[in-house]
């Protein structure tokens, strides 16, 4: 707009007031902010975009382990669980970047069983064979494992240095490679159902920083069970 | 706005607060109930996933919930965050403290394991001198225990010792497998009762004040309930020096309310009661606020394969079944390694077995899988923890919860009597399991952290004499006759039993006696 016009324009407004308040009060709607408004439209009938887990399409980089961990716990890995029976391995599921991922973000004592627990069995395997763990072929590396196997029960993994390293180690690789997508692939690939499934709690009203402010709006009276008839179920006793 | 005074402020909604305002309320007395969590809806707040599309594959969120056992990835967001609501203990004595801040809290979680407590436990001291007696026996709660066991359909047979008193129970006759009678006739040389188990089936599949309790309050019209209401204090009128109320905070707006009421009933779960008590420094003439904390040793256990099952040859013959085996140390002998004695719980398993019970890897694991699959047989252990005034909670001055409420310290610690007690139970289920003809794969003589068992009982015991004792044998505080500890709080022993159906019965007798004195104009 030229300047000129601009001050026509506020010349104008100001020599018509009367006009403006006339429309006002003909039509007390204001005019919307926008054909629809922001958040009407999503209904129980609009179809939600499918999406899949990141995990096994992304690749990731080690960010806990050092390289020559990484290569000790990935062989580690393919020992202690390698593809069996139409299901995959720990390395077919990406476990040694997950569990990288998870102890990664984990307390420290938890990081140090694993670091220190790799550092250990290479310097084992270096000490007995002259060659790195993650060169072991499965005699040797089996010579080195097995002395501290234990059997234990929940809760209660094995307290004795070396051995909590590799019990606890071993459960973690079980579990993340039975509960990865490449694991449920495999049940689906044989006719099962999705087996790692379980019921996910979201957050319930959470209270998070950030949260609590726009939380505000929600009633504090939430009545125990709704007060509709139907819905309190109704006992013999 | 006028504010209302409320008969009776109830702070807490699991079975005991339950249990409370059924009873009132059902009197005609107008209940005011807090909860400091919300409302859980499960069509709302869950659904069936994937351990893969969760951010740790199903592991238990690194870091969140140290101290609760029982959390995975699934169930972490319906637990009380230990950093939101902390307390503090010292590293060498470590507290699991496992919460539940939903409606109807810790009791729409549980075992659903349901025993009376028996005269072994409330006159635990005239039997063995240890400790105090309860100022009520089991005559005095006989028929409370009976109407609670109606409301949560408790399944049981009449086949308690004197030790695990019967009642009344919703019959079962399982049939024993022949795994379980195997049990039976090895278990002889320690005089052991082997009983079918007794659990509360509920209605609905679910055992819980949200839905055997709070629909009958409900239904009268009486009851009035606010959720996220976190109380910070009781509040105490300056002329009578009584309770009437309280403040609280709420918990997402952070604003700060008061409520007012004649008389106030603490059901927020035993440590919680204290903290609130000990908050609002009231009813601590004796001193004995937070002392005496008590639950049971969790942890120790053995588990065993039976022979015969492997290799596919499982049957339901053979296999399946659950039972009690209740205390049988020092009851008709005195044995010397410890006091009071432990129960065990016996499981016949058909499933699979856990990789854990092998030391083996890879393939070889994988074969022993096979062939133990179907096979497992499992003891645990539930062990009385003896009452010590040393083992307490106080509030820590230095911390604060994310209302600005000060928190717990919590002092207690395990000593020789229930790790002999722990060392026992393993001991004589192995050679139980050795002369039955199973093989034990795996044992554990350690106890789980106290707290683990999540039956944290006692620190405001009952008892006749107000200089040793917080409330009298009504649950009720000596210093004030309006106020009331209803849930596990009160308990003087904590016996080997799982305490959901004592504290049942103790709120409702509690709550019987209180609208009776309201009526008398007593309170």
């Given at each position: ?9 506020v ?9 403006l ?54 062989r ?6 390698p ?21 990664g ?7 140090k ?125 | ?5 409320y ?139 009976s ?40 278990s ?84 919680e ?36 099952a ?118 004589v ?19 789980n952290?106290?707290?683990y ?37 009160s ?33």
């Amino acid at each position: 707009m030229l300047r000129r016009d601009f001050v026509r324009a506020v010349v104008s407004v100001g020599l018509l007031p009367k006009a403006l308040l006339a429309q006002q009060t003909a039509n007390p709607a204001p005019p919307p902010p926008a054909p629809v408004p922001w958040t009407l439209g999503l209904n129980p009938k609009t179809p939600l975009p499918v999406t899949v887990a990141a995990d096994g399409i992304a690749e990731t980089e080690a960010s806990f382990f050092t390289s020559s961990q990484l290569a000790t716990f990935t062989r580690l890995c393919d020992l202690l669980l390698p593809p069996l029976d139409n299901k995959p391995g720990a390395l077919q599921a990406g476990t040694p970047m997950f569990l990288d991922f998870l102890i990664g973000s984990s307390p420290t004592a938890r990081k140090k069983v694993y670091s220190g627990g790799l550092d250990w069995l290479d310097a084992q395997s270096k000490t007995k064979y002259k060659l790195p763990f993650a060169q072991l072929n499965a005699t040797q590396a089996d010579a080195l494992i097995k002395p501290w196997l234990r059997t234990w029960m929940t809760d209660h993994p094995p307290t004795e240095q070396h051995a909590d390293f590799i019990n606890i180690a071993h459960e973690d690789i079980r579990v993340a490679t039975m509960n990865s997508k490449a694991w449920d692939d495999a049940g689906v690939a044989a006719g099962q159902d999705w087996v790692t499934g379980g019921l996910y709690w979201s957050p319930i009203e959470p209270d998070m920083a950030g949260l609590g402010a726009t939380s505000t709006h929600l009633p504090p009276h939430v009545m125990a069970v709704p007060k509709a008839p139907h819905t309190i179920p109704s006992y013999p006793r | 706005m006028t504010e209302t005074t409320y008969d009776v402020l109830i702070i807490g909604s699991g079975h005991a607060g339950g249990m409370a305002a059924k009873i009132l309320t059902e009197k005609g007395i107008h209940c005011l109930m807090l909860n400091a969590g919300p409302v859980a809806d499960v069509a709302r707040d869950a659904q069936r996933k994937p351990a893969y599309e969760l951010p740790y594959r199903g592991f238990k969120p690194p870091g969140r919930l140290e101290h609760v056992f029982q959390a995975s990835e699934f169930n972490a967001n319906v637990w009380v965050d230990e950093e939101e609501v902390p307390y503090t203990f010292d590293a060498s004595m470590p507290f699991n403290w496992v919460r539940v801040r939903l409606f109807g809290g810790r009791s729409l979680f549980w075992s659903r394991q349901s025993f009376r407590l028996s005269d072994y436990e409330f006159k635990g001291k005239s039997h063995d001198g240890y400790g105090d007696d309860w100022p009520i026996s089991l005559t005095d709660l006989a028929p409370y225990y009976s109407r609670v066991e109606e409301i949560f359909q408790v399944a049981g047979a009449q086949d308690g010792p004197p030790q695990m008193p019967n009642g009344n129970f919703v019959p079962v006759n399982e049939v024993w497998s022949e795994s379980i009678q195997r049990f039976i006739k090895a278990s002889q040389p320690y005089n052991m009762a082997v009983c079918q188990q007794r659990r509360a089936q509920g209605r609905d599949g679910l055992a819980s004040s949200v839905n055997l309790l709070l629909p009958d309050a409900e239904r009268t019209g009486k009851l009035t309930s606010i959720a996220n209401a976190v109380v910070r204090k009781i509040t105490v009128d300056k002329n009578t020096d009584q309770p009437n109320g309280c403040l609280f905070v709420d918990r997402l707006s952070r604003r700060e309310m008061h409520v007012k009421a004649r008389v106030v009933v603490l059901a927020a779960g035993t440590l919680e009661s204290t903290r609130l008590l000990l908050n609002s420094n009231l009813g601590n003439s004796s001193g004995m606020i937070g002392h005496y904390l008590m639950d049971q040793i969790y942890g120790p256990g053995v588990t065993c394969s039976v022979p015969e099952a492997r290799n596919g040859k499982a049957t339901k013959q053979l296999m399946g079944g659950a039972a009690i085996v209740p205390r049988f140390r020092n009851i008709t002998t005195k044995y010397d390694k410890f006091l009071r004695g432990y129960a065990l719980n016996v499981t016949s398993r058909m499933g699979a077995m856990e990789p854990r019970n092998f030391a083996a890897y890879g393939a070889e694991l994988q074969q022993k899988l096979q062939e133990y699959n179907g096979s497992a047989f499992h003891i645990t252990v539930m062990g009385e923890v003896l009452g010590r005034y040393e083992n307490h909670v106080r509030i820590d001055k230095e911390k604060v919860d994310a209302w600005d409420i000060p928190v717990l310290n919590i002092q207690t610690r395990y000593t020789e009597n229930e790790f002999n007690m722990a060392k026992d139970a393993v001991e004589v289920s192995c050679a139980v399991a050795d002369a039955a003809g199973f093989e034990v794969l795996s044992k554990n003589e350690v106890p789980n952290p106290p707290g683990y068992s999540i039956h944290e009982v006692g620190t405001c015991r009952m008892g006749d004499d107000p200089k040793k004792s917080v409330l009298n044998k009504w649950c009720q505080s000596h210093d004030h006759k309006n106020l009331f500890v209803v849930d596990g709080a009160s308990f003087v022993s904590a016996g080997w039993q799982n305490p959901t159906m004592t504290i049942l019965a103790l709120s409702m007798r509690a709550s019987e006696y209180l609208a009776d004195e309201m009526n008398k104009q007593n309170v």
